[in-house]
Protein backbone atom coordinates (compact mmCIF):
# COMPACT_ATOMS: atom_id res chain seq x y z
CA UNK A 1 0.00 0.00 0.00
CA UNK A 2 3.13 2.30 0.84
CA UNK A 3 4.53 1.53 -2.29
CA UNK A 4 1.39 2.60 -3.98
CA UNK A 5 0.72 5.92 -2.13
CA UNK A 6 4.43 7.08 -3.04
CA UNK A 7 3.96 6.30 -6.90
CA UNK A 8 0.76 8.43 -7.03
CA UNK A 9 2.89 11.05 -5.14
CA UNK A 10 5.66 10.90 -7.72
CA UNK A 11 3.10 11.09 -10.33
CA UNK A 12 1.13 13.83 -9.02
CA UNK A 13 4.12 15.41 -8.35
CA UNK A 14 5.52 15.15 -11.99
CA UNK A 15 2.51 16.17 -13.51
CA UNK A 16 2.90 19.63 -11.41
CA UNK A 17 6.10 20.17 -12.91
CA UNK A 18 4.83 19.16 -16.24
CA UNK A 19 2.31 21.74 -16.03
CA UNK A 20 5.04 24.21 -14.89
CA UNK A 21 7.39 24.05 -17.46
CA UNK A 22 4.76 24.18 -19.70
CA UNK A 23 2.87 27.72 -18.45
CA UNK A 24 7.02 28.78 -18.31
CA UNK A 25 7.63 27.80 -22.04
CA UNK A 26 4.27 29.42 -23.05
CA UNK A 27 5.24 32.72 -21.18
CA UNK A 28 8.75 32.67 -22.80
CA UNK A 29 6.97 32.08 -26.43
CA UNK A 30 4.61 35.26 -25.48
CA UNK A 31 7.67 37.55 -24.04
CA UNK A 32 9.38 36.68 -27.16
CA UNK A 33 6.53 37.35 -29.53
CA UNK A 34 6.23 40.78 -27.88
CA UNK A 35 10.28 41.57 -27.99
CA UNK A 36 9.50 40.53 -31.69
CA UNK A 37 6.41 43.04 -31.89
CA UNK A 38 8.48 45.92 -30.13
CA UNK A 39 11.46 45.74 -32.69
CA UNK A 40 9.56 45.85 -35.10
CA UNK A 41 7.23 48.78 -33.94
CA UNK A 42 10.97 50.60 -33.27
CA UNK A 43 12.34 50.05 -36.65
CA UNK A 44 9.49 51.43 -38.63
CA UNK A 45 8.62 54.44 -36.59
CA UNK A 46 12.59 55.03 -36.73
CA UNK A 47 12.52 54.16 -40.29
CA UNK A 48 9.80 56.64 -41.41
CA UNK A 49 11.71 60.62 -40.49
CA UNK A 50 14.78 58.74 -41.97
CA UNK A 51 12.87 58.02 -45.44
CA UNK A 52 11.23 61.31 -45.77
CA UNK A 53 14.79 63.23 -44.80
CA UNK A 54 16.29 61.07 -47.78
CA UNK A 55 13.74 62.06 -50.24
CA UNK A 56 14.19 66.00 -49.24
CA UNK A 57 17.80 65.70 -49.23
CA UNK A 58 17.92 64.52 -52.88
CA UNK A 59 15.35 67.28 -53.47
CA UNK A 60 17.33 69.76 -51.81
CA UNK A 61 20.03 68.52 -54.19
CA UNK A 62 18.12 69.21 -57.28
CA UNK A 63 17.30 72.21 -56.05
CA UNK A 64 21.12 73.46 -55.14
CA UNK A 65 21.99 72.76 -58.81
CA UNK A 66 19.38 75.11 -60.03
CA UNK A 67 19.82 79.08 -58.84
CA UNK A 68 16.80 80.40 -59.57
CA UNK A 69 15.11 77.27 -57.07
CA UNK A 70 17.07 78.46 -54.21
CA UNK A 71 13.58 79.65 -52.41
CA UNK A 72 12.55 76.07 -52.68
CA UNK A 73 15.67 74.73 -51.48
CA UNK A 74 15.09 76.98 -48.16
CA UNK A 75 11.69 75.42 -47.59
CA UNK A 76 13.18 71.97 -48.17
CA UNK A 77 15.55 72.72 -45.32
CA UNK A 78 12.89 73.12 -43.18
CA UNK A 79 11.11 70.26 -43.58
CA UNK A 80 14.25 68.99 -42.94
CA UNK A 81 14.69 70.28 -39.88
CA UNK A 82 11.07 68.98 -38.67
CA UNK A 83 11.97 65.43 -39.65
CA UNK A 84 15.28 65.53 -37.60
CA UNK A 85 13.23 66.85 -34.46
CA UNK A 86 10.68 63.96 -34.89
CA UNK A 87 13.74 61.19 -35.28
CA UNK A 88 15.37 63.06 -32.37
CA UNK A 89 12.44 63.18 -29.88
CA UNK A 90 11.92 59.78 -30.74
CA UNK A 91 15.55 58.22 -29.85
CA UNK A 92 14.86 60.52 -27.06
CA UNK A 93 11.93 58.85 -26.02
CA UNK A 94 14.31 55.66 -26.12
CA UNK A 95 16.63 56.36 -24.15
CA UNK A 96 15.19 57.87 -21.02
CA UNK A 97 12.69 54.83 -20.97
CA UNK A 98 15.91 52.64 -20.80
CA UNK A 99 17.14 55.13 -18.16
CA UNK A 100 13.77 55.23 -15.98
CA UNK A 101 13.88 51.19 -16.44
CA UNK A 102 17.50 50.74 -15.47
CA UNK A 103 17.47 53.61 -12.53
CA UNK A 104 19.46 56.23 -14.25
CA UNK A 105 16.96 58.99 -14.59
CA UNK A 106 18.05 62.17 -12.36
CA UNK A 107 15.95 65.57 -12.22
CA UNK A 108 18.23 68.79 -11.91
CA UNK A 109 15.56 70.56 -9.90
CA UNK A 110 15.92 74.24 -9.26
CA UNK A 111 13.15 76.72 -7.76
CA UNK A 112 10.96 77.46 -10.50
CA UNK A 113 7.78 79.41 -11.47
CA UNK A 114 5.20 77.06 -13.32
CA UNK A 115 3.36 79.52 -14.83
CA UNK A 116 6.38 81.23 -16.41
CA UNK A 117 7.45 77.68 -17.81
CA UNK A 118 3.83 76.62 -19.38
CA UNK A 119 4.54 80.22 -20.98
CA UNK A 120 7.35 79.69 -22.60
CA UNK A 121 6.52 76.10 -23.37
CA UNK A 122 3.28 77.43 -24.66
CA UNK A 123 5.43 80.74 -27.08
CA UNK A 124 7.26 77.80 -28.10
CA UNK A 125 4.39 75.83 -29.38
CA UNK A 126 2.64 78.56 -31.08
CA UNK A 127 5.13 79.01 -33.82
CA UNK A 128 4.43 74.90 -35.46
CA UNK A 129 0.67 75.33 -34.99
CA UNK A 130 -1.77 76.62 -37.15
CA UNK A 131 -4.21 77.05 -34.18
CA UNK A 132 -2.55 78.18 -31.23
CA UNK A 133 -3.79 76.85 -27.84
CA UNK A 134 -5.93 79.23 -25.86
CA UNK A 135 -4.56 79.54 -22.46
CA UNK A 136 -6.19 80.44 -19.14
CA UNK A 137 -3.41 80.83 -16.48
CA UNK A 138 -3.41 82.56 -13.23
CA UNK A 139 -1.34 86.15 -12.96
CA UNK A 140 0.42 85.31 -9.69
CA UNK A 141 3.69 83.12 -10.08
CA UNK A 142 3.21 79.24 -8.81
CA UNK A 143 6.69 78.44 -7.69
CA UNK A 144 7.45 74.47 -7.69
CA UNK A 145 11.03 72.63 -7.19
CA UNK A 146 10.90 71.21 -10.58
CA UNK A 147 13.42 69.86 -13.38
CA UNK A 148 12.37 72.59 -15.94
CA UNK A 149 13.52 71.10 -18.88
CA UNK A 150 11.65 67.63 -18.06
CA UNK A 151 8.43 69.44 -17.17
CA UNK A 152 8.88 71.56 -20.49
CA UNK A 153 9.42 68.21 -22.01
CA UNK A 154 5.70 66.95 -20.20
CA UNK A 155 3.67 69.93 -21.31
CA UNK A 156 5.33 69.29 -24.79
CA UNK A 157 4.17 65.52 -25.31
CA UNK A 158 0.53 66.25 -23.59
CA UNK A 159 -0.06 69.48 -25.91
CA UNK A 160 1.13 66.96 -28.82
CA UNK A 161 -0.87 64.79 -28.27
CA UNK A 162 -3.84 67.03 -28.11
CA UNK A 163 -3.14 67.75 -31.34
CA UNK A 164 -1.96 64.95 -33.06
CA UNK A 165 -5.78 63.12 -31.78
CA UNK A 166 -7.74 65.72 -33.08
CA UNK A 167 -9.35 66.64 -36.01
CA UNK A 168 -7.56 70.01 -38.00
CA UNK A 169 -8.53 73.76 -36.55
CA UNK A 170 -10.31 72.24 -33.16
CA UNK A 171 -9.78 73.97 -30.06
CA UNK A 172 -7.12 73.08 -27.63
CA UNK A 173 -7.71 74.97 -24.40
CA UNK A 174 -4.56 75.28 -21.30
CA UNK A 175 -5.51 76.32 -18.11
CA UNK A 176 -3.25 77.01 -15.03
CA UNK A 177 -4.50 77.73 -11.52
CA UNK A 178 -3.50 76.67 -8.20
CA UNK A 179 -5.42 74.32 -6.09
CA UNK A 180 -4.14 74.60 -2.21
CA UNK A 181 -0.34 73.70 -1.92
CA UNK A 182 -1.01 72.24 -5.48
CA UNK A 183 -0.79 73.85 -9.37
CA UNK A 184 -2.69 72.10 -11.92
CA UNK A 185 -2.01 72.30 -15.69
CA UNK A 186 -5.27 70.97 -17.56
CA UNK A 187 -4.67 70.26 -21.23
CA UNK A 188 -7.91 70.12 -22.86
CA UNK A 189 -8.71 68.98 -26.30
CA UNK A 190 -11.80 67.87 -28.55
CA UNK A 191 -10.63 65.14 -30.18
CA UNK A 192 -11.22 61.64 -30.42
CA UNK A 193 -11.09 60.59 -26.66
CA UNK A 194 -10.26 57.57 -25.29
CA UNK A 195 -12.58 54.68 -24.07
CA UNK A 196 -13.02 53.63 -20.58
CA UNK A 197 -11.65 50.45 -21.06
CA UNK A 198 -8.12 51.86 -22.37
CA UNK A 199 -7.75 54.50 -19.76
CA UNK A 200 -5.93 52.63 -17.43
CA UNK A 201 -3.06 51.41 -19.86
CA UNK A 202 -1.98 54.47 -21.26
CA UNK A 203 0.75 55.36 -19.45
CA UNK A 204 2.11 51.62 -20.07
CA UNK A 205 5.45 52.01 -22.42
CA UNK A 206 4.74 51.50 -25.35
CA UNK A 207 1.09 51.41 -25.21
CA UNK A 208 -0.97 52.93 -28.21
CA UNK A 209 -5.22 52.41 -28.31
CA UNK A 210 -5.52 50.37 -31.17
CA UNK A 211 -8.68 51.79 -32.76
CA UNK A 212 -7.72 55.66 -32.75
CA UNK A 213 -4.92 54.58 -35.01
CA UNK A 214 -7.53 54.05 -37.30
CA UNK A 215 -9.59 56.89 -36.39
CA UNK A 216 -6.74 59.34 -37.28
CA UNK A 217 -4.77 57.56 -39.61
CA UNK A 218 -1.79 59.01 -37.10
CA UNK A 219 0.72 56.29 -37.22
CA UNK A 220 3.81 58.13 -35.78
CA UNK A 221 4.44 57.50 -32.11
CA UNK A 222 5.47 54.51 -30.30
CA UNK A 223 3.38 54.81 -26.85
CA UNK A 224 6.16 56.18 -24.53
CA UNK A 225 5.40 59.62 -24.10
CA UNK A 226 2.40 59.43 -21.89
CA UNK A 227 4.65 56.91 -19.73
CA UNK A 228 7.56 59.21 -19.69
CA UNK A 229 5.16 61.94 -18.77
CA UNK A 230 4.00 59.99 -15.51
CA UNK A 231 7.01 58.68 -14.65
CA UNK A 232 8.74 62.17 -14.73
CA UNK A 233 5.26 63.89 -12.86
CA UNK A 234 5.53 61.06 -10.23
CA UNK A 235 9.04 61.54 -9.35
CA UNK A 236 8.24 65.49 -8.88
CA UNK A 237 6.00 64.03 -6.41
CA UNK A 238 3.06 64.80 -8.66
CA UNK A 239 0.70 63.10 -10.48
CA UNK A 240 -1.18 62.81 -13.77
CA UNK A 241 -5.21 62.82 -14.57
CA UNK A 242 -7.05 61.80 -17.12
CA UNK A 243 -10.48 62.42 -17.92
CA UNK A 244 -12.32 61.18 -21.36
CA UNK A 245 -14.97 60.39 -23.21
CA UNK A 246 -14.64 58.51 -26.98
CA UNK A 247 -15.96 61.02 -29.60
CA UNK A 248 -15.91 63.83 -27.25
CA UNK A 249 -12.30 64.90 -26.19
CA UNK A 250 -9.74 64.26 -23.56
CA UNK A 251 -8.24 66.55 -20.59
CA UNK A 252 -4.99 65.69 -19.24
CA UNK A 253 -4.47 67.15 -16.06
CA UNK A 254 -0.57 67.96 -14.69
CA UNK A 255 -0.54 68.15 -10.90
CA UNK A 256 2.70 69.40 -9.18
CA UNK A 257 3.46 69.97 -5.61
CA UNK A 258 4.28 73.95 -5.04
CA UNK A 259 7.25 75.05 -2.54
CA UNK A 260 6.15 76.69 0.22
CA UNK A 261 5.76 81.03 -0.37
P1 LIG B 1 2.08 57.99 -28.86
O1 LIG B 1 1.34 59.28 -29.09
O2 LIG B 1 3.49 58.02 -29.28
O3 LIG B 1 1.33 56.81 -29.39
P2 LIG B 1 1.69 58.38 -25.97
O4 LIG B 1 2.30 57.62 -24.86
O5 LIG B 1 1.89 59.85 -25.98
O6 LIG B 1 2.17 57.69 -27.29
O7 LIG B 1 0.13 58.09 -25.91
C1 LIG B 1 -0.32 56.75 -25.77
C2 LIG B 1 -1.65 56.58 -26.48
O8 LIG B 1 -2.66 57.31 -25.77
C3 LIG B 1 -1.68 57.12 -27.88
O9 LIG B 1 -1.20 56.18 -28.82
C4 LIG B 1 -3.16 57.41 -28.08
O10 LIG B 1 -3.80 56.21 -28.43
C5 LIG B 1 -3.62 57.82 -26.68
N1 LIG B 1 -3.68 59.28 -26.48
C6 LIG B 1 -2.73 60.09 -25.96
N2 LIG B 1 -3.15 61.36 -25.91
C7 LIG B 1 -4.39 61.39 -26.40
C8 LIG B 1 -5.38 62.43 -26.62
N3 LIG B 1 -5.15 63.71 -26.31
N4 LIG B 1 -6.57 62.06 -27.15
C9 LIG B 1 -6.82 60.77 -27.45
N5 LIG B 1 -5.94 59.76 -27.28
C10 LIG B 1 -4.74 60.05 -26.77
Not at 22 to 42: F, G, M, N, P, S
Not at 59 to 80: A, F
Request: charged fraction near 20%; aromatic fraction near 4%.
Amino acid sequence: LQTRQLRRQIQEHQRSLEQQVEQRTQELVAAHAAKDALLRLVAHELASPLTSLKGRIQLLDLYLQQPESLEKGRHIVGGINRSLARFERLVQDLQDTHHLQAQHFDLQRTRCDLVEVCRQVLAEFREGVKTAPLAEIVDEPLEGDIDRQRISQVLLNVLSNAYKYSPQGAPVMVRVWQEGKQAVIAIQDHGVGIAAEHLSRLTEPFYRVPEIQVQTGSQTGLGLGLYLVRMIVEQHGGRLEVQSQQGQGSVFSIVLPLLPV
